[in-house]
């Protein structure tokens, strides 16, 4: 049984918990509790749950009560009643990164039947094979599926994987960088930044003890507001043997202000405005908006080292290339204060609301502030492509004429008509305006083709009389055969 199968049959005890109520979203969470026990027991690191707990004379458990085992061997109540005793005792008596997974934790199952019967398959599951193609392989697939079910409502922070891949392969993270994620959602792109890395490196294995350190506990770090989504994170960071911080807080808050001198940020801030049109509240940033990506798209900037070589990818929406008045002035600091090299138009369809219109922007902090955008080259992956959804989803083999157009040596030589390049002079002529770079759409009608809008008239008034003759022709003919209106 392969890790795909797995998934499908963990995905499909969802079934039992409906009668009890429980949403998808919900019931990843809850998988989420269960699967850590049976992966600690898997991994052989139950000694390392004991070893966390923080021993109290009135502890609800005796320390080796925390097992699998004794999980399985429990019935009805009992075994609600135990189960609902770990979650609390973890989530305040546990140390480190076990505390923060099931810090606030509650079961949402209240039938003891539905509960046996999950933990009772999870245990009947083929974990071996699981462990050689890998537990964090396992459940990010897990996320996956959660994200591809609309229902769920989770796509709001689940990034293609595919357009993941590409952004990280683009930026190239090296071994001793600082990688972050600002709205990390369930982390993928700092799991697929690791991954990067450690293809490139042969696994790291070539790396000094200290280096190695460094990759494992401060390379990758993010931030996430949502506590059930955090938790995915942290339990998805580990399972990836990833041990960064990250944080439970809104980066837009004061709380993100400290978050600074990054190499590396790869991200897709959520979409939308502030509740109640509020403006941030960090004091650090020059615009202050209600608009919370271009708030984020600041925050990311100025989080860059100012070397010349920090560099970061970002998933915007259409709204901040063009929005006026503070839109107009984070854009223009953006290209000041960076190398804004390139904007890749992103074809709709591709996230969990269909008619979001959404684009890649990558960027280069320089080491001045002022002029340091001279061109920005744009790539329409957007105009006249086939629509993409959870039936035809997007592949890396859509992305090789943008791979190969980004990569290029001398970008002036691409023959590629979705490839274009805008001076800083233009853009200013423009307002600051970034919503630039989409070829002719052959599915529109361009009325500024048409000739003299009198003579196109009287062409198609004569095109209806000639389809008029011809209808009354045909009429005639039948009405000579015998057949009847």
Not at 50 to 65: F, H, M, P
Not at 68 to 79: E, P, R, S, T
Not at 196 to 221: G, M, P, Y
Request: charged share 30%.
């Amino acid at each position: 049984m392969n890790n795909q199968e797995i998934v499908a049959k963990l995905w499909n005890l969802c079934n039992v918990l409906r009668d009890d109520g429980i949403t998808y979203h919900q019931y990843v969470t809850e998988l989420t509790y269960i699967l850590f026990l049976k992966m600690m027991k898997e991994t052989g690191n139950e000694d390392n749950i004991l070893k966390s707990i923080v021993k109290k004379e009135d502890a609800a458990l005796t320390i080796e009560s925390y097992t699998w085992a004794d999980l399985v061997k429990k019935q009805g109540i009992d075994l609600k009643r135990y189960y609902n005793t770990i979650l609390s005792e973890f989530g305040e008596n546990c140390l480190g990164r076990i505390r923060e997974i099931y810090a606030g934790a509650r079961s949402n199952i209240e039938e003891p039947k539905n509960l046996e019967k999950i933990i009772k398959s999870i245990d009947e599951l083929d974990w071996y094979s699981a462990k050689e193609e890998g537990l964090g392989n396992l459940y990010e697939g897990l996320l996956e599926k959660n994200a591809n079910e609309k229902k769920s409502g989770a796509g709001q922070y689940f990034t293609p994987r595919v357009l993941i891949d590409v952004m990280v392969a683009l930026i190239d993270p090296k071994v001793g960088e600082l990688c972050n994620d600002p709205a990390c959602g369930t982390f993928g792109f700092m799991i697929a930044a690791d991954k990067h890395i450690k293809k490139e490196q042969d696994e790291l294995f070539d790396l000094s003890v200290k280096q190695q350190n460094f990759q494992r506990h401060e390379a990758f770090t993010g931030c996430e507001l949502v506590h059930d989504t955090h938790r995915l994170a942290l339990m998805n960071a580990m399972l990836h043997d990833i041990e960064g911080e990250i944080l439970l807080v809104d980066t837009l808050s004061s709380a993100g202000e400290n978050i600074k001198n990054l190499d590396v940020v790869l991200t897709n801030p959520p979409f939308g405005t502030k509740k109640g049109g509020e403006r941030a509240t960090r004091k650090d940033l020059v615009y202050p908006s209600s608009n919370k990506q271009l708030n984020f798209l600041q925050h990311i900037y100025r989080s860059l080292k100012k070397n010349g070589q920090a560099r970061a990818a970002v998933v915007l929406p259409d709204n901040v290339l063009f929005a006026d008045g503070d839109g107009a002035s984070v854009r223009a600091d953006l290209m000041d204060k960076c190398n804004l090299h390139t904007v890749l138009r992103l074809p709709t369809g591709i996230f969990y609301a269909q008619g979001v219109k959404t684009n890649v922007l990558f960027f280069t902090r320089e080491k001045s502030d002022k002029g340091n955008t001279k061109q920005v080259w744009f790539y329409d992956m957007r105009t006249n492509m086939q629509n993409f959804g959870k039936t035809n989803p997007l592949r890396k083999e859509h992305f090789e004429g943008f791979i190969k157009a980004y990569t290029a040596e001398d970008r002036t030589k691409v023959q590629d008509e979705r490839f274009k390049v805008f001076t800083r002079e233009q853009i200013k002529e423009k307002n600051d305006s970034l919503d630039l770079g989409l070829i002719r759409d052959d599915s529109i009608l361009d009325y500024e083709d048409l000739q003299d809008p009198i003579e196109s008239g009287e062409e198609i008034v004569a095109q209806l009389e000639e389809a008029v003759d011809l209808i009354q022709s045909v009429v005639k003919e039948l009405r000579m055969l015998g057949v009847k209106q």
